[in-house]
Structure formats: C-alpha cells, structure tokens
C-alpha cells in the first residue's frame, strides 16, 4: 500500500468527473434517489455487500420528510436522469441511505466511514466566473445546490472504496462505508443508527470538506464542539371570523404565533453553558381583515450539550402549548431535525495525527478545530461510543470560494484524491488494531 | 302626606348632623360595623322589623372579603367608637348588611329602597378650604373617606325611614329599607341578593347623590347604561433562583404577570358592544438579583352586558391560567368583586317622572341618564326584574366640589331633606299599587 | 317615463349578457382596464362626455395600487381581450376610473350615481351546480372573481346610462354616472374625489347589490353605520446572522413584528364608540436558522367615527414605529387603503323611501339598514355633505347563494332591470328639485 | 516578623469582640457613617495619614444612593451609637469611604488592601440556635445585617492595619488600606477608583470571607470568573384615566413596563461568552379601575467580560426606552450599581500560592478558584492593572453557617486572625519588589 497515494493522484480525473455530475444533478434531503443509486451500483460493481433502504433507514425515526408529492417527483426526476429503477425502488419513500460492507480475509477490526450525500436547498449563482458555471456543471435542479461540499464527500467515499477493494489482501477486519442521506437540517442520522448499522463498529471516521477555514491542504485531525440541536416546527390552527363584525368569534392563531416566538426568546439562559433559540420562520393568515386562523413557526434549539439542548426544548414545547392555550388555539408540533452533543476519543485521534503528520501530504496538520455549530454524525459517534467504539471527526482543508451553503460555494478539487488515499490509510490501520 | 315636604326640611339639621358623624367615621367594604349598628339601632326605634348578619349577607357569595385580622380590628374600633356590642356581634365576620321592614295596615305592594354604606379606601385632603376640614368633620380613620356620598345615603334612608315610620297609616303594602354594605369594588349586592331580600319586591328603587353631574337641583328618575363587571386578582408562583448562577432553576413569575398583563389587553373586541379590561396592578419579585418567584395582578373586565362582561372574564381566566403554564408557575384566582348589568323599567320610570315632575322641587327633571360604569345595585334590581317586579335607579342632583371618588369631594347638603322627601312619595306610591 | 319600468324589463337579456361578460373577465382594483374601456366606449356611444384616467384619478393619493409589473401584464390580458388600446392607454398606471356626464336642456340639479367595478381576489368555485359553472361565464381568470356584485353593479350603471340617454328630454339639470375602481381594499374612491369629481354634486347616489340579507326584491334606502377604517402595511428590516454563531450580530425582524402585533391589540378601548384592530397577515424570516432580517405585517383599523378610526391608527403608527426600535430594526409604513365613517341625510332618504314604495316594484321597503362594515363610498358622500349636497347608500336585495366574498358568491340577476329603473327615477327626481 | 503568626493569634478576642460590634450595628451600602467612623478612628490613632469623604469618594459617580432622608437618619443613628460628629460630617451626602496611608522609610512599592464594610438588606434570623442571638450580638437596626462577612472583613483590616503599624520599620514602600462603602449591589468602588485613590498602586489585594465553600481553613490565591455587571432601574410615568369611562385618555405605564420585562428577556445570548438578564422587580398600578401611570422595573445584566455586559445593556435600554414609547409614557432611568469583569494576574498569585503554602497554616491551599459572580472589587483591579500594576482577589475559608446574604449566614471566627495574619505577610513582601 506504500503508492496509495500514487494510485489515488491517478484517480484524480474519475474522481472530479464524478464530482461534478452529482454536482449538477444536486439532490436535497431524503430524496438522494439518482445518488445513491449511483453508490449503491458502483459499490456492488467493486464487490461489496450492499445494503439500501428500510434494512439502513429506520422510516420511524426519520425526520422531516417531504412530502409523498415531492418524493414521487424526485424519483421520476431520478429515473429521468438515468438512475436504476431497481435500486430507487428499494429506497421507496425516502429512504435513500446506502451502506456497502467487505470483510477482509485478516482478522482485525470493525471500521466505519461515513459520508453525507444530500444537497442544500439554495439556488446556484449563474456569475460567469462561477467555476460550476464556467466548466458547464451548474446544477440543473432549481433551487437545489451541494453548496456545502456533500458531493465531494460522496466522491472521496466511492474513492475510499475502490482503492480498498484494489487492496482488500492486506486490509484487516471489516469495512463499512456508510453513505448517509439528509444532514442538512440534521435529519438523516437518527434514521441510519436506528437500524444498529454501527452496532458493531469498533472505529468511526467522518469528516468534512473545507469547513472550518479556507486553508488549502490543512488537516485537522479531531472536531469538537458539536452543538446539539433540535429542530421543530409548531403549526396552529384557530378560528377565523370577520374583523370587523364579529372579532369575538374568531380564534387568533397569528397572535399564538406571535406570543410564541417572544416567549421562546424568553427561555432562560442556562447556567451551565452555552445555548440557542430562534424562530427563523413566522407565517399567518390570510386576509387584512381575516382574523387569522393559521400559523406556523419554525424554530431551532441549540445547546453545549445535549442536557442544555432538552432544557431548551422542554421549555420551548411547554411555551408554544401554552401560547396556544393562550389565544384558544390547537398546535400541533412536528420534530423535523435533531442532533446530539458528542465527546472526542482523543487517544483514537492522537493516532490520526500521527499517521496524518507522518504521511508528509498536508500542508498544515491540525491536532484539533472547534466546530460550535450542529452535524448529525454526532449520532452514528454517540452509538458507536455508547457501544465501547471510537470516534472521530476531521476536518479536510480546501481553499473555499465562498462560505458553506453560500450560492458561490465551491472547493478545490485537489484535496478529493489527498482525502480518498488519507482515509484508505486510517481505515486500514485501525482495521489492523 | 302633602306636607311631607315641609317635615324633610324640618329634619334637615338632624340629617346633616347624621351625615357628618358618618362623614367622620367611614368604613370601607364589609367594615361598616358602627354605620350598619347605628342603622339597625335606628331602625329598631323606629318600629322596623331589622334583620341583618346572617339573615342578609349570604357568607358564601361574598366577594372581596377583608382578612380576619383587618375584620376584627374594624370590629374594635366600632365598638371604641360607641358602635352597639349586641350587633356587632350579628355582623361578625363582615356581615354587615342591614334591613328594615314594615307591613302596613291598608294591602298594597312590596316596596323596597336600597341604600349603601361604605366609604372608598381614600385619603381624605387636608386642605383648609375642604367643607369636612372647615367645619371639623373630616375622616378620622386614615385612608378611609366618603368620596361617593354613602353617607348622605345613609343619612337619605334614615329620613325616610322616619318619614314612614311617621306616616305609616296613609301607607300601603310594605315597605323594605336595604341598606347595602360593599358597593365598592361592586362586592356586597351579590351577597345580599342570594338571601333572597328582594325575592318577593314588587318595585325597587335605589339612586346616588350627585353622579353624573354637577347639577344642583336636578332629578334623573331613570338611569341606564350599567356595565355588567368583574374584578379579578391572579396571584402567581413559582420557583425563584440566583439569576447569575442557576436562572435555569428558577420558574418565573414575574414574566408570567407581565404576559398575562400584555395578553388581557389583547382580549378580541366584541361585535355586540363595548367591552374593556383594564390591569390596574402588577407587583412581582423582591430582588433584582434573583429571579422572581411571586407576583399578582389585579384586573377587571366590563361589558355593555352581561353576556359580553362574560366573554372577556372567561378570556381573562384562559389566558391568566396559560401564561401561567407559559412559565412553568402555578396561578390562583379570586373574583373579588362583580355586578351583571341591567335592563331599565319604562314604564316605572315614566311614573317617577310625572310624580317628581309635579312635586315641583326640582329644578330639572331629566327622564333618563346614562351611567356608562358599574354598580352592583344591578344585582338586586336584575333579581326583582327575574321575579316580575320592576325596578329603577335614580340621580339626586347635587352641586360637586370634586369628582366622585377624589379627595376633595363633597356635595351640597341641600340635596338630603329634597331627596328623602321624593323617596317616601315614591314608595308611598308604588306601595299602593 | 311611466313605461321606465317595461323598458327595463325588456333590456333584461342584454344586462344579464354585460353581466356575465364582465363575471367571465374580472379585474380587481385598479387594473380594471377592460372593464373601464367597455364602460367608457358604451358611455361614448350614448352620448356621454366621458372622463377616465388623471382626468379622474389622482395619482398622490392613490392607495394600494400593484406593481408597475402587475399592471402591465394586466394591461396586456386586458388588450388581448379585446380592450380597446385607446382607453387602456389613458388609464396607464391603473387610474381606470370612468365618469360619464350629460347636461339636461331643463336647468336642474347635478345628481351623481357611482357604481365600483373591481372584483375580489377569490378564486371562483369550481362546483358544478354553481351558475356561472353551468351556465358557462366562471371567471377566466385565476385567482380573480366577482365575488361582491360589482359586476352587477356596472350592468345597472350602464343600463341606467341607457335609460337616462333614452329619455334624456325629460331629465332636468345634470347626470354624473361615476365608474370607480378599487372598492375592495378601499382603495379607489379617495383619488377620485381628490380630483373634484363629486365637488359640484347636490345629490349622490349609491348602492349595493344585497348586501345585507338574502332577501329578494327588498330595496333599503338608507344605509348607516360605515365604519371608518384604515389599511396599513408595515415593512420591518433588520440584519440576518447565524442563530448559532453570531445571534448577537442580528437585529430581529420577526421578533418586530411579533411584539407589533401583540401590542397592536392591545390599544385601548375606545370610550365613544366601537373600535377594532385585526393584524391579519404576518410574514417573517426565510431559514430556520437564520436570525430573521425581513418581516411584513398587514393590518387594518376600524373605528365608529373617523376620530375613533384615527385614534386607533394613531396609536398603530407609533407602536410599529416602537417596535422596530425595540429589536432595532427600521420600518417602512404604507397606507394601502381607506375609508372615513359618514353621515346619513335622513330627508333624502325619507323621500327615496316615498318614491320607492310608491313604485310598487318591490316586495319589501326597508327605510334603513346598519352596514357595521366600511364602504369608500364614504369618501364621495362625505365630500358631497361638505360642499353642501346630500348622499345616500342603498341596498338592492337579492337572494344569495353565498356570502359576499365567498367562493360560491352569486346573486340573482331579476334585481338589475328593477335597480336600473329604480336608480332612473330617482336620478330625474333629484335633478329637477 | 516570624511571630506575626502569634501576634495576630494574640489579638484574636480583641478582634472579635470588634467584629461582634460591627454586627451588632450593620450600615448597608452608603450610610456606614458608624463603621467608617470607628475605622478612620483606629487608623488615625495607629498613626496613617487618613483620607475620607469626599478626598476618596467621587460624588458624580456615586451610584444607587439611598435618599437624602434616608442618609440623614443613618447619620442621626451612628451618631446616637457613638459614632464621632467630626468623621461622620466629613462623610456628609454617604461619602463613606476610609483610606489609611503609611509610608515606610525603606523604598518599595505601593501595595493597596482592600475591605467592603457595608451590610445587606437583610432581617437577621431570631432562632435561638443563631450564633448571634446566643452571644447576644445580633443585629440591633430592623431589615439589615452582615450576612455577607463584611463586618469581618473590615475586622481583618483593622487587625491589618495594627499588625503593620507594629512593624512599620521593617516593612517597605508605601500600604494603603482602602475600606470601601456599598459592595453590596456593586454600588461604592466606581467612586472610589475615580479619585485616583489606586492610580498608583504596584500591588493590589482583597478577598472575601468563606465565599465559594464551606471549607474550614481553606486559602484560594486567586479568584476568576468576576462576571461583568449592570443594575438599572426604570420610572415609566404615563396617564392615569378611567378604565371604564375613557380608556383612551390614558398612557399605560403598566403595560409599558410589563412589555419591557419580556423584550428584555429576549434580548439574544451573544456568541462569544455568557450573558444574563434579570429583571427582579417590577411594581406597577395603585387601583384595580384606573389605568395605571406609573411603573417601575428593576434589573441587572451580566457578561463573562465587560464587552458582552454592554451589549446587554447598550440592548435593555434601547428596549427599555423604545416600550416606553411602544405605549406612549416617558421613562427615565438609573444605573444603580455596576462592576466590570477583570483579568487574573497569574505572576502575582503563583507568588501568593507559595507565600501561603510556605507557611503551613491553612489546612488546604487552592491556586485558583471560580467566582461565577460580581464584585465591584473589579473596578480597583481593572484600573491597576491599567496603570501597570497587578492585582488579585483572594477567598478565606471559614465554615458557613449558611449561605451568603442568608439570613442565618454565620462564619467560624478563627478565620479572623489568620487572615488578618497572611495579609500583612502578603503586604510585606510585594512592598519589598
């Protein structure tokens, strides 16, 4: 395995091609279809076990699915766009995860990868200096973008598999390659987990595409940091009635609404750490002189850690109840994202700096960066955690055109073959512990 | 009866002389311990069949009620200040309502008259030129004054008590003198009502000094406009904690007020007429440094009827109880006061009209005047109404020295001797009907 | 003119043809360009003068006009529908007002009628069983109908056009026949009267198809009790930033908006009269967990008397003004629409009153009914009283399938021939006092 | 000096006899015109140059002091209790802080103590088992007392300033004894700073009696984590009216104040460190019919540093004035307390760690310990550090009875000379850098 990284440098081409096709064929949470059955074929083709739809997504614990509307028009937008009709079957109703597993011949450990496939929900620039637009892979989906790097991430993950599989002779133990659907909006984890797809995993990596700063060929061994999150939304149902002639009939579901959102920014500070609230969206009625019988909110929680984050989100649920109450309304609440907090394995990433320092391929080799925002990965970290595995989120360093989920978003594409080789490197070690 | 006039004028110093000690000695709400011993002692002596205690005051429906403390020191002062022990001791526990009957030898109708007694919690001036400072009758219990003319009342009924009393040969039926404690606040109707003292009134007849203007001299034989009222107080509780170290642990109160303080003024205007609410107090907390676990506040709705006072005191109740659960505390009402409203009898009040019209001692005779406020004689008048008599409440015009309940008020006592007069015609009247 | 009633009768088809036509082609306010151009050509053709455009709208105080691409495209439909680009060309920028004036050779007085041409923004039911379904003229243009009778009203406008040209050597003194757009949302009348339309009038006329009641073949000659009102939008900008990094460095929008309206219901009460508040429409924010940087509310006042409605918008201006400096974000205020409240002539009601019964065409003759809405019609009949004239509202009944402004809205067309006779009596009435 | 130990276990009675004094007779923030008197007393007879009233208190910058009738009575007080005429005039207006000055005759630096003495606002306990009331030296002055140590606190900085006094000659440079007013709410040191009184200061130390642990004979070196702090108070004046007559007439100070405490309860947390937002107290309305005029709000912000407390309060009061407006009533406010964060000067307190630990008398010595509180002690600390000096805030354990400002707080008395002891090692040694 010493030319790994000769071999992956030669990949290079294949693996930008791949990049920008799912580039241009951007697909956002839960509706993955042409992507993962992109994955899911490429990792049979390469020999794996491949497992897709209800046996690696639990649909009980899926959050914040479209639509059936809008997940029958993205398979038929996938079928379209020339995707296997055998696999997007199996992944009926959403769930688009893929999970390809090889047992090596050499006894060793349980390792795990896992990449995010999901795109944002924001419409691509059409600037001609765009490099998307330039060398023609713009996004064909409108209003849809991987302006977040997911689709570098899915590159580097059938990468990782393909030179595994090259060298699955002097790999030890078991690989999984986990390709999860619906991080943004942390939704798609939750699902993945609950199906036990990491019960067995002794080593998980994961990581991300230039995330926290612009630093071309930076390797940062360890993420902490992880925000838990929680994501709700709360829609109200009142009474309407005529303003001017019978206000007293109506039931005002704006002013719950209202009430709502300034009493959850009144939700206590908490004393032991950090935490967040914010209603991003507000939107009721109909008519200037409607009184109002519709609303909805959409809010967040945040928190330092998970305890933090469920104060926040006992105090947020128990508020817009009562808001209802208070103008004679019905809401109904819907979790549609979440995350928890998760602690580092610093022994498990002390040894990732080893080997990353030892490789001589990065620039700059960060022992750790502080993340302080939300990943759903904290789940499959948590579990693997929970069950005596380790865990460990890195960060891959690319010169950033703009910041993530900003429609000018784009990496450089030099750190794909880098992170596909580093990444084949750590799994076979820890394959070996 | 025809020199009824001439006996009134006659009594004209007695009844100022009345008036003054009552002027001097005011009690407010379920307190009138020496005003309702004086009263019954006259009564008594004048041949009346006095019930009063728990023969009028319905414990059960009071509202509004002193605590015992501030009861049994009222009872003290009563008796230092010469109030009669033997009925004191009936009035225990703030049952102070006092009536007098008397059947009359020729058959005729159940005639009843109704009279109030407290003072208003109000510090009265000191200035010089203040009749009551000038000629040495000034409150003697501090923050306790008759600012709403109760004493002249008072004053009113026992002349007329004396003047059938005297005349009771030429009259017919029976006659009722109610005399009312706790109008106040609206608080004492209700509870002298539910004895069942007006149940068998053919016609009732009650009025104020001096109410709705400055005139002198005048007569208003009908009022109408009562706004049906509830006085309500919300006591919150909850948890207080360091606001620096744990405001986390704290359940707060204080917000819990102020939102329901913001939510009741929010309360829908009613299509069928006008309605208002009005938070008058909210004190919360103790300190600034930690967080609040006590507060009240202290409302009242009103209602161009009784259906409309209804729908903003069961909006109020919802609303209280929700921002309680809004933050986490627990909350405890008490309707401390309250008066339906009430419909005008035309009819009677046309007769009123000819009869005070004819007496020519009026200066103006106005047919009809519009209260647009509460008062709980509505309670006693709906009651006589529900039971097929009919019922009127008056205006005794009287020149102002200051607005009803200010601490400069005081009226022209020319007005007692007129109005006692007009009262014992009246009931001569109805009672022969 | 004894036979203006068979002659009505015999125009019947043809109205209900205009009718319907204009039903199948609803334009709301101040796009109603074909609607006008027809009016305005049919008016020509009968020998009218006819004003349209800034002859009779003023631009400065035009409320609630859309934007400059929303009246071009529906210029263009209007066009492609065979609007005439003569007319459409003069009503450029929406000022698609039409007035139509005829001098009598007998000197007179100027009577003015005014009918409103504007449909609702209601999509049309697509039930089979309503009439316009079955009997083919549904609206044809989404989202827009006549949902308010104003297409009933221009047929009766021009078919009084028609009788009064017809009969134009028995007529005294003036006809003004007033076409306004932009009823609903009261928006047009005040530019219309801004340019002097009405400042010659001594009798104006109006009226509304079965407002009231369902009740067919009632005429109503006095209609009171119009609310003024207010229609106001409140634009709210703030700074976005991220909910979890950085929510220090926003200014909230939403939270603006939401304590606006929250405190917009709690304006006081109004001591004189009836007043109403209805925040009807808030729309803040565009990602959850984005601090919400733009935030729109829709809002209207009422009020029983133009002073009352300006209290309360008064107190509305200041309040959104202090809440966006309570989340120190700035706000855009825009007057979208109104209305004054007004008096009733009660003399020239009384004698449309004679002359109605004595028509003997109708099956009930109401004197008076209460509106307890607002009509900008206030504002032609205010203007009239100020300058020493008389103006009156009427109802013509007619049996409803639905409510004004419902979906299924639709009247029964038997009230347009009787109205348009009605209204020609009335007209030659009043010119030759 | 090697038996300044014994020294000061030899003043032990002596101490505390006059700490049970200082309990005995406790002067909250402003009006310890007793204390300071006694204080200014000692020093001068042990021979400081010594500087009060107004040489050491800024009167522009005083903050939170009590009303002149207030401080006029406190004066009247401490003189009937012994207090000096000539100290207490100097002190006259509440300039009640004490310096004490010695300079040596060998050079060296400027080395400052500092001691709050003011008392809370608490009613000390009357259980019997209270060690107060069992010696017979509880509280003789209603609703205050010494639950914060401070009668101990300046009892070590009299047994201080005795101990120094006693070795003057072998001691170096210049000590300065700084007894500061009004702690309690942070209230006293901004004026003190502002004199100058520490602008020379090289070395600077003060510390709290048993304020983090109950930990008997513990000594920390060092305290961080001082939270940066505001207290404020607002007055909303608006206009009373009559809640059912004429809503309209009034302007709501109520509401205004209540609609203030919950926007200042959503004041956002801030990205960069933890804030806090109380408000403690909020007293609105006198009568449950009037619509209230006058409210009062009293609160506090916090920051981890000063930066985050003035984004905090730069926030309230912008709120706080735009509720105000939000109901149309005038609001003035008040900063009656304050204290910024500081910084830890580790050099300085290793030294003390191993000054302490060398002498083997307390039986656990912490390096650093973790305030999570306010203490305007930061105000000296700051402004040294400022001028080039080091500065470091200290804790003295002492078993506690119950916790600070608890109205059984009690500390163990052998804490007294050993403090008393350490610190005038401490002192001797920084003079001598």
Same mark, same amino acid.
């Not at 230039?210 to 061994?221: K, L, P, Q, V």
């Given at each position: 395995?010493? $030319?790994?990284?000769?071999?992956?440098?030669?990949?290079?081409?294949?693996?930008?091609?791949?990049?920008?096709?799912?580039?241009?064929?951007?697909?956002?949470?839960?509706?993955?279809?042409?992507?993962?059955?992109?994955?899911?074929?490429?990792?049979?083709?390469?020999?794996?076990?491949?497992?897709?739809?209800?046996?690696?997504?639990?649909?009980?614990?899926?959050?914040?699915?479209?639509? *059936?509307?809008?997940?029958?028009?993205?398979?038929?937008?996938?079928?379209?766009?020339?995707?296997?009709?055998?696999?997007?079957?199996?992944?009926?109703?959403?769930?688009?995860?893929?999970?390809?597993?090889?047992?090596?011949? #050499?006894?060793?450990?349980?390792?795990?990868?896992?990449?995010?496939?999901?795109? $944002?929900?924001?419409?691509?620039?059409?600037?001609?200096?765009?490099?998307?637009?330039?060398?023609?892979?713009?996004?064909?989906?409108?209003?849809?973008?991987?302006?977040?790097?997911?689709?570098?991430?899915?590159?580097?993950?059938?990468?990782?598999?393909?030179?595994?599989?090259?060298?699955?002779?002097?790999?030890?133990?078991?690989?999984?390659?986990?390709?999860? %659907?619906?991080?943004?909006?942390?939704?798609?984890?939750?699902?993945?987990?609950? *199906?036990?797809?990491?019960?067995?995993?002794?080593?998980?990596?994961?990581?991300?595409?230039?995330?926290?700063?612009?630093?071309?060929?930076?390797?940062?061994?360890?993420?902490?940091?992880?925000?838990?999150?929680?994501?709700?939304?709360?829609?109200?149902?009142?009474?309407?009635?005529?303003?001017?002639?019978?206000?007293?009939?109506?039931?005002?579901?704006?002013?719950?609404?209202?009430?709502?959102?300034?009493?959850?920014?009144?939700?206590?500070?908490?004393?032991?750490?950090?935490?967040?609230?914010?209603?991003?969206?507000?939107?009721?009625?109909?008519?200037?002189?409607?009184?109002?019988?519709?609303?909805?909110?959409?809010?967040?929680?945040?928190?330092?850690?998970?305890?933090?984050?469920?104060?926040?989100?006992?105090?947020?649920?128990?508020?817009?109840?009562?808001?209802?109450?208070?103008?004679?309304?019905?809401?109904?609440?819907?979790?549609?994202?979440?995350? %928890?907090?998760?602690?580092?394995?610093?022994?498990?990433?002390?040894?990732?700096?080893?080997?990353?320092?030892?490789?001589?391929?990065?620039?700059?080799?960060?022992?750790?960066?502080?993340?302080?925002?939300?990943?759903?990965?904290?789940? &499959?970290?948590?579990?693997?955690?929970?069950?005596?595995?380790?865990?460990?989120?890195?960060?891959?360093?690319?010169?950033?055109?703009?910041?993530?989920?900003?429609?000018? &978003?784009?990496? $450089?594409?030099?750190?794909?073959?880098?992170?596909?080789?580093?990444?084949?490197?750590?799994?076979?070690? &820890?394959?070996? #512990?």
């Amino acid at each position: 395995m010493e $030319n790994i990284w000769l071999k992956a440098a030669a990949m290079k081409d294949k693996m930008i091609a791949t990049r920008r096709d799912l580039h241009k064929h951007p697909e956002s949470a839960w509706i993955e279809f042409r992507t993962a059955s992109i994955v899911a074929e490429r990792l049979t083709k390469l020999g794996y076990e491949v497992l897709c739809g209800a046996d690696v997504i639990d649909e009980a614990t899926m959050m914040g699915v479209p639509t *059936t509307e809008v997940l029958m028009q993205a398979q038929q937008r996938a079928l379209s766009e020339g995707a296997d009709p055998a696999w997007v079957d199996k992944m009926n109703g959403g769930k688009t995860g893929v999970v390809g597993i090889m047992h090596f011949a #050499k006894p060793g450990k349980v390792v795990a990868l896992r990449f995010d496939m999901d795109s $944002n929900e924001v419409a691509e620039t059409t600037e001609a200096e765009h490099q998307p637009c330039k060398e023609g892979f713009r996004s064909l989906h409108d209003g849809l973008m991987h302006a977040c790097g997911h689709d570098g991430h899915v590159t580097v993950g059938l990468a990782v598999a393909e030179l595994i599989a090259a060298h699955q002779d002097e790999m030890s133990g078991t690989i999984k390659l986990i390709f999860q %659907p619906g991080e943004e909006g942390v939704r798609g984890a939750k699902a993945m987990v609950a *199906t036990g797809v990491v019960d067995d995993v002794d080593y998980f990596l994961s990581g991300h595409i230039g995330f926290n700063a612009n630093r071309d060929g930076m390797f940062a061994c360890m993420t902490g940091g992880f925000l838990a999150t929680t994501k709700l939304d709360a829609y109200f149902t009142g009474q309407s009635s005529h303003a001017g002639a019978a206000p007293q009939e109506g039931r005002n579901a704006l002013l719950a609404a209202a009430a709502a959102s300034i009493a959850l920014h009144s939700i206590s500070r908490h004393g032991k750490g950090a935490s967040r609230i914010n209603v991003g969206v507000l939107e009721a009625g109909t008519g200037r002189n409607i009184l109002p019988d519709r609303a909805v909110v959409k809010l967040e929680t945040r928190g330092a850690d998970t305890e933090i984050n469920e104060f926040m989100m006992s105090e947020a649920k128990r508020m817009i109840k009562a808001t209802a109450d208070l103008y004679n309304v019905e809401v109904k609440m819907e979790e549609v994202g979440g995350a %928890p907090s998760c602690a580092l394995d610093e022994v498990m990433g002390q040894e990732i700096f080893e080997l990353v320092k030892s490789s001589k391929q990065f620039s700059e080799v960060v022992p750790q960066v502080h993340l302080g925002a939300s990943e759903d990965c904290s789940y &499959f970290m948590q579990r693997v955690q929970e069950k005596g595995g380790q865990a460990v989120y890195m960060m891959y360093g690319s010169a950033l055109k703009a910041g993530h989920h900003n429609s000018s &978003f784009d990496f $450089n594409e030099d750190c794909l073959p880098k992170s596909a080789a580093m990444l084949t490197i750590l799994a076979k070690h &820890f394959g070996e #512990k």
